[in-house]
């Protein structure tokens, strides 16, 4: 029999049980025996069935899919997080789909009310930089969200957040353990780096701060750096808004004929595979973006499964790894 042509009658017949017997076996539910169950799974497979998650989906509410909505897709930071979700809800039997939404708020509301439509069961999103009200007023709907490291924390939105701040803290006190004393942050033009902008300062204060905001990628890291060097020629350190960031300004450096660590030190954020392979060494701060998105899949998973549980807040701490460059 072809694949597409097998239907649920055609397993009940061919195990002589009813077709409800069969919902229950395809659906998880209780009420049959160990030995049925098997023989409903045998004759599946030598079928072919595959059930209609349309229709079952109309019974169970689910759809048995989410959501992971990034910002930038391009950003290295993404993947390790994106595979650490998907193999989280894998494993809950969920199917994973992907958006993004350019890091713009109007894309962002573009793009949740379109999975909205869709019926996901829930959204895992890197709120775009602006108010998180919008994302709100879609939860007091009934849309399941975790936002993760959101701008601003919303208690009615769970989220779960890394410990941003204490990560950027000692960044920079390591930096000024290792006899730095005038150190640079090369900064996100965004409000996303409020946090690191916390934590640095709270290390070098009552210096006066010397930060320079440009774009979060290998172009802007290079602006950034050389805009520091003009500005500051005496630098001995530079902490990096992202590895991205810090690895274009340890380009930067070479070119100006500055020596890391020797001259100047330099320190990220993220610890994206490739900071560990370059030369030399990235010293940054690492997150752990595949727990991450672990953690945001259980969370969804646990509000999705009990919607009177209300909304959680979450911190994920920040760990530094301590390489080369520094």
């Not at 709907?141 to 936002?147: D, I, K, P, S, Y």
Request: proline share 5%; charged share 25%.
């Amino acid at each position: 029999m072809n694949r597409t042509e097998a239907t649920l009658h055609d397993v009940a017949a061919k195990v002589g049980v009813s077709t409800r017997t069969v919902s229950r076996v395809v659906n998880g539910e209780d009420g049959f025996s160990a030995a049925t169950e098997a023989r409903v799974r045998s004759a599946i497979a030598e079928l072919g069935y595959r059930p209609n998650l349309l229709a079952r989906g109309l019974v169970t509410k689910r759809s048995m899919t989410i959501a992971l909505v990034g910002g930038n897709m391009t950003d290295p930071y993404f993947p390790e997080l994106a595979e650490g979700a998907h193999q989280a809800a894998a494993q809950a039997g969920l199917t994973t789909v992907f958006a993004a939404t350019g890091c713009d708020l109007d894309r962002q509301h573009q793009v949740l009310e379109s999975l909205r439509s869709r019926a996901v069961d829930g959204i895992i999103l890197f709120p775009a930089d602006g108010p998180i009200e919008p994302v709100r007023r879609m939860v007091d709907e009934g849309l399941n969200v975790v936002a993760i490291n959101p701008g601003e924390i919303d208690m009615a939105v769970s989220s779960i957040s890394s410990n941003i701040t204490a990560g950027a803290r000692a960044a920079v006190e390591h930096l000024r353990s290792r006899g730095r004393q005038r150190i640079a942050f090369l900064s996100n033009i965004s409000r996303y780096s409020k946090r690191r902008e916390t934590g640095y300062r709270a290390v070098i204060k009552p210096e006066a701060p010397r930060i320079v905001k440009a774009d979060p990628t290998a172009e802007g890291g290079l602006t950034g750096t050389r805009e520091i060097l003009t500005r500051w020629p005496d630098v001995d350190g530079i902490f990096a808004y992202n590895d991205v960031m810090a690895v274009a300004a340890l380009h930067a450096l070479d070119t100006a004929g500055r020596r890391v660590p020797e001259d100047v030190a330099v320190v990220g954020f993220d610890n994206i595979g490739l900071s560990a392979h370059l030369k030399p060494p990235l010293t940054t701060v690492d997150l752990d973006q595949m727990t991450l998105g672990r953690l945001a899949v259980e969370l969804l998973v646990e509000a999705i499964d009990d919607p009177d549980a209300g909304p959680r807040q979450v911190t994920h701490p920040a760990r530094l790894e301590i390489r080369s460059s520094s």
